[in-house]
């Protein structure tokens, strides 16, 4: 069996990750290739584990881990995984662990100029942590400009549509380049 493979996309809040992951998955299912998507923040949503807290990755790992032995049970062998940070090397051996030590990783960071990440962040924040996911998106865009790994495809996303992010994401895959990895029946 070929080795699982995870596309990583991380980027400051307010940058569109979880937009441009469901384009990327339309872009594949219109070609039928197999894969699953995971929201990474889910992974971890509990009271308490503060940003930090050791039990707040140990509950992800712990999550994808059973998310993906139920995907690859099923013959899936790709993964769309969207979190901030998934792409620094820190957080590399979650996922050897939970999709095996041969995972193939491809990282890509979306970026955006703090207008950008701010016009954004307002228009979706309704409530009281407006300010803290404005401090919190300029903190990590330093964190993933220093600290991600020189493999790691960075893709700007001011000014530019869904689509057009979604096409060179998709080709930091090679995805649509082969149909291996399809489950039984798709």
């Given at each position: 069996m070929d080795p699982a493979e995870v596309?990583?996309?991380?980027?400051?809040?307010?940058?569109g990750k979880t937009t441009v992951a469901w384009e990327v998955s339309a872009r594949l299912r219109a070609a039928?290739?197999?894969?699953?998507v995971v929201e990474g923040d889910f992974m971890a949503q509990a009271h308490p584990a503060p940003e930090g807290d050791p039990r707040r990755r140990q509950i992800a790992e712990r999550n994808l881990t059973?998310?993906?032995?139920?995907?690859?049970?099923?013959?899936?062998r790709r993964l769309i995984?969207?979190?901030t940070?998934?792409?620094?090397?820190?957080?590399?051996?979650?996922?050897r662990r939970a999709m095996g030590a041969e995972v193939r990783l491809v990282r890509v960071v979306l970026t955006a100029?703090?207008?950008?990440?701010?016009?954004?962040?307002?228009?979706?924040?309704?409530?009281?942590?407006?300010?803290?996911?404005?401090e919190s998106?300029?903190?990590?865009?330093?964190?993933?400009?220093?600290?991600?790994?020189l493999d790691t495809v960075r893709v700007a996303t001011d000014g530019r549509t869904v689509v057009d992010l979604a096409r060179e994401v998709v080709a930091?895959?090679?995805?649509?380049?082969t149909t291996s990895g399809r489950p039984a029946g798709a």
């Open positions: 596309l990583l996309i991380g980027g400051r809040a307010g940058v039928n290739v197999a894969h699953c059973a998310l993906w032995s139920n995907y690859e049970e099923l013959g899936y995984y969207t979190q940070v998934s792409v620094l090397p820190e957080n590399e051996g979650m996922f100029s703090d207008a950008t990440a701010r016009e954004r962040l307002t228009g979706r924040e309704q409530g009281s942590e407006l300010d803290r996911e404005l998106s300029a903190r990590k865009a330093r964190i993933l400009e220093e600290q991600a790994p930091a895959t090679g995805w649509l380049a």
